[in-house]
């Protein structure tokens, strides 16, 4: 029933087999499968596997103890988490008549570890079950998610891929543990007030990783050193980045960038977004209307610009990539049906990420057309991957099917550029993606939020987003200043929350413009991408002469914090933390941080509160307990523990000082 060695603690019983192994500092990770063996694909985890610090059996349980954290798994198969030496933090709920000990023990039989047969297949719907042992205890993290509620205890989540939705599947509880699901199969998880449970819809193996920790910062240094940290980021990642929906031509491109440098705007990005190219899949430049893009970036690096480019894995039968792709079983299959994936602009297939030589092919192709073009910045669009039609279990990979694997493929996107650009010798990659998993950060994903509205209540919801990001281990992430779908820049109600994010936009990870504004732009051209029209122009000059002097003011600002942030991207590289840190992150001990939504630390030496209402002209504002803070706008300083209101006109979003960062602003 039990075995044991050095590392790994054993239990079966019928067809069921558990393996325990202390994976990291203070932590283990739990594997049980029904299967002849235990898979060992570690997905989001790195190789940390050690000895553990103790591991025992007894007549009725075997326990392994890793530093601060123990397991305890019963003769009847149930698994209890402790603190060692200390509280318990995680026990399996099952009601069933193994043990009449147990005082659990119940004719209800309901199993903590539900394997369910998939008929005709050798996978299973799993279902993990937790004792939710605490009703006030709080979950952070899990990823992106478009709602407005930062502490997640109470929620219903989809682990899956959508546009605007990314499943990273770590949590922090307030009971002192993180918590990873490591399995990239489409489901779900419920954190209810009587059951904690994690779901994958198909899977062979149930994986999951728990450490113990006295801090949120502790929790998620161990997460990083179990997953890996996010390299470091360019001195280009730090400033502003214009974008828009779409620069329809070189010469656009170019008429902008020359504009901000006329203006003396220090502009770090500008982007050549999707449908510069002729047929989805082709991966270049479409001459007609990008003719000298090699030229093209040459002058925009001279006026100190990097030049990002979006590419999009969805492939058209008329490519000219299409055949060799489908010869060499390079593109996502599906179940049923003709193999269309996507209707926009054309109906086509998404290249398949997780099959190593489709990675290998598209970077041949990008590096070709993009890369030796002087192209060293990737926006990798579309990488859920986005459907016309979300029926998870119709696709396909190389790597399994959908239900099963399909939470993986923003990886393998991600690896594709990453492993392509290293190997040509560059440092410090980064590329912009609309999704990842797990593990993500440690190959440049900077995760930006998606198509989302243009409103009040949307930028209320990527705030909650981003701070869930940061505790879910992905430090770098951006949202769409202004919202994606629609706003008017002729608008007075719009310029309102164009002026409202922008500001807010300059104490994000990445300050990045982009949008698809009303009205839309004549067609230019008649051939290739040129049927995709673009949105009103984007530029910060576009809102009026007062919406334009703020955005000036937040550039200007965020350039005064470069070395700062240059400082928190340096420690994000080396302990996984996060830029955007919810209150209780610094704070731990002052429990009304624990409430706060819509403040957060940007590092540990600014605290922003950003307005989040339409016409709203004060608000308050809570200040951690322990620390004194300085108003930046007025230059008052108070003491922390207290609310203060604070005044926030049209050009005002209310930041605060603390008195250990007396160096934030350069001179």
Excluded at 42 to 47: V, Y
Excluded at 508 to 532: I, K, N, S, W
Excluded at 607 to 619: H, T
Aim: a negative charge; charged letters at 25%.
């Amino acid at each position: 029933m039990f075995e044991k060695s050095d590392t790994t603690l054993l239990f079966q019983f019928d067809r069921e087999q558990v393996r325990v192994d202390a994976w990291g500092e203070n932590a283990i990770r739990v594997r049980a499968t029904k299967k002849s063996d235990f898979s060992e694909n570690n997905w989001a985890l790195l190789e940390k596997q050690q000895n553990a610090d103790a591991i025992s059996i007894t007549e009725s349980y075997g326990e392994l103890r890793n530093g601060k954290i123990t397991l305890r798994i019963s003769g009847s198969g149930k698994i209890e988490i402790f603190r060692t030496g200390g509280k318990k933090l995680l026990e399996e709920y099952a009601r069933n008549r193994k043990s009449v000990t147990d005082p659990k023990c119940s004719a209800l039989e309901v199993e903590a570890r539900e394997f369910r047969s998939i008929v005709g297949s050798n996978l299973y719907h799993l279902t993990q079950r937790f004792e939710s042992l605490n009703p006030k205890e709080q979950i952070f993290g899990m990823g992106q998610y478009q709602q407005p509620y930062l502490d997640l205890k109470g929620l219903d989540i989809e682990l899956a891929q959508r546009n605007s939705q990314a499943s990273v599947p770590f949590a922090i509880s307030s009971e002192g543990y993180g918590f990873l699901w490591n399995n990239p199969a489409v489901g779900r998880a419920v954190f209810g007030k009587n059951i904690t449970s994690f779901e994958a819809y198909a899977t062979g193996q149930l994986d999951y990783w728990v450490v113990a920790g006295d801090t949120p910062a502790e929790i998620l240094s161990a997460y990083a050193s179990v997953t890996g940290c996010v390299p470091m980021m360019p001195e280009y990642g730090l400033g502003f980045w214009q974008s828009k929906l779409r620069y329809q031509t070189e010469e656009e491109l170019l008429e902008v960038a020359e504009e901000y440098h006329k203006r003396g705007i220090p502009l770090d990005v500008i982007v050549v977004d999707f449908f510069h190219w002729n047929k989805q899949g082709d991966w270049c430049f479409d001459a007609t209307y990008w003719p000298h893009p090699k030229e093209m970036i040459e002058k925009i690096n001279a006026m100190g610009t990097q030049v990002m480019v979006s590419i999009w894995p969805t492939v058209s039968p008329e490519s000219i990539n299409y055949r060799e792709l489908l010869e060499k079983g390079y593109l996502i299959d599906v179940e049923r049906g003709h193999r269309i994936a996507m209707n926009f602009q054309g109906e086509t297939i998404h290249i398949d990420m997780t099959n190593p030589g489709a990675r290998k092919f598209l970077w041949n192709r990008a590096k070709e057309n993009y890369y030796n073009k002087g192209v060293t910045l990737f926006w990798l669009d579309e990488a859920e991957p986005e459907y016309s039609v979300y029926d998870f279990d119709n696709y396909r990979y190389y790597s399994g099917s959908n239900l099963e694997v399909g939470n993986s493929y923003p990886i393998g996107y991600a690896k594709a550029f990453y492993e392509g650009m290293e190997e040509e010798g560059q440092k410090n990659i980064v590329n912009l993606l609309r999704c990842t998993w797990a593990g993500g950060q440690r190959f440049g994903a900077l995760v930006w939020s998606g198509d989302i509205a243009s409103s009040f209540e949307s930028m209320r919801n990527q705030l909650a987003a981003g701070l869930n990001m940061g505790m879910a281990g992905i430090p770098w992430w951006t949202t769409d200043i202004g919202g994606f779908h629609g706003g008017n820049p002729t608008d007075p109600a719009y310029r309102e929350l164009f002026a409202r994010w922008f500001a807010w936009g300059a104490f994000c990870p990445v300050m990045r413009l982009h949008g698809d504004r009303e009205p839309r732009q004549p067609q230019v051209g008649t051939t290739g991408g040129a049927t995709c029209c673009s949105g009103a122009p984007n530029e910060i000059w576009s809102y009026g002469e007062e919406v334009y002097e703020i955005c000036k003011k937040y550039i200007f600002l965020r350039e005064k914090l470069r070395p700062y942030i240059r400082g928190l991207m340096q420690e994000a590289h080396e302990s996984g933390a996060p830029l955007m840190r919810t209150l209780f992150y610094g704070f731990p001990e002052d429990a009304t941080c624990w409430n706060i939504t819509d403040e957060y630390l940007f590092g540990d030496s600014i605290l922003v509160a950003p307005v989040l209402e339409d016409g709203m002209r004060s608000r308050m504002v809570y200040l951690p307990e322990g620390m004194r803070w300085k108003e930046y706008e007025t230059g008052k300083v108070y003491d922390g523990g207290i609310y203060v209101e604070c005044g926030c006109p049209l050009s005002v979003i209310p930041i605060f000082i603390a008195e250990n960062g007396k160096n934030v602003l350069a001179e």
